[in-house]
């Protein structure tokens, strides 16, 4: 057994991981995502060839930074995932502010803070799918794949991949607001019929019957959007995996 590339391989399955927005949550024990590291490290090394020729570093220094550098690369498609889960939760702030919920938060493990209701049923949600989808099966095939597309200790970053990750932030942010525009559609138009019946009937207290229609209104169209919202997360599930396939090339 090459220790040497066997390191580089746990390093980097590791940095996917830790920052796995499922695997790494705060949630799952230590152990756990360690024996995950260990079971696919020995996956994915019982699937490569042995190298020819061993590696050899002039110090321990260059070795650390060789495995720092299989530990980014793996933190860099663990990140995407990060951001494509942000694009559910950032949506969910942003439903459940126009629904008239901002306060209503739940705890989220994951980022050891406050997060909108509809976030985290639809970060539940997407969740399921992607087991559904069988993404985890996408995702294992991507790490036995990774060796070849990126040689381990072959890894070099590029300008191109800060812009893709930069790029990719400002899409995920549109995505968000894609996501609960019908919502904020709605809930626009609730207002202005609201407006016109304050005028049109100034004795009727439209503040303490607002936030109830708002909120009403609000549960009926995401009840209604169900279906075509579970469609678009499917392609959002497609979109992520195929977006971390693009990012290997990066490196």
């Not at 940095?15 to 949630?27: E, S, T, V």
């Not at 996956?43 to 720092?68: I, Q």
């Not at 009937?201 to 019957?209: D, E, K, S, T, Y």
Request: glycine fraction near 6%.
């Amino acid at each position: 057994m090459d220790i040497v590339l066997f390191s580089m391989i746990a390093m980097r399955i590791s940095g996917l991981i830790f920052m796995n927005p499922l695997f790494g949550r705060r949630n799952v024990p230590n152990n756990a995502k360690a024996a995950m590291v260990l079971v696919f490290t020995f996956l994915v090394y019982s699937t490569m060839e042995e190298p020819e020729l061993s590696y050899e570093f002039a110090s321990s220094f260059l070795y650390g930074f060789f495995l720092l550098k299989e530990f980014l690369v793996g933190y860099v498609l663990g990140y995407v995932m990060e951001l494509f889960f942000f694009v559910i939760t950032h949506a969910g702030s942003i439903i459940d502010f126009h629904m008239g919920l901002s306060m209503s938060m739940v705890y989220d493990p994951q980022t050891n803070a406050q997060i909108a209701m509809s976030g985290n049923l639809y970060q539940i949600f997407y969740t399921l799918i992607f087991f559904a989808v069988d993404g985890h099966l996408v995702l294992i095939r991507m790490l036995l794949r990774s060796g070849e597309l990126v040689p381990y200790g072959e890894v070099v970053f590029t300008q191109g991949l800060a812009l893709a990750v930069l790029d990719l932030f400002r899409g995920c942010v549109v995505l968000a607001v894609r996501f609960a525009f019908p919502i904020i559609a709605i809930e626009f138009l609730v207002e202005v019929a609201v407006g016109i019946m304050m005028k049109m009937a100034p004795q009727v207290n439209v503040f303490v019957i607002n936030i109830q229609i708002k909120i009403a209104v609000g549960f009926l169209v995401l009840l209604f959007l169900l279906s075509p919202m579970k469609s678009w997360l499917e392609d959002l599930m497609h979109q992520m995996l195929m977006t971390m396939q693009e990012f290997l090339n990066y490196l």
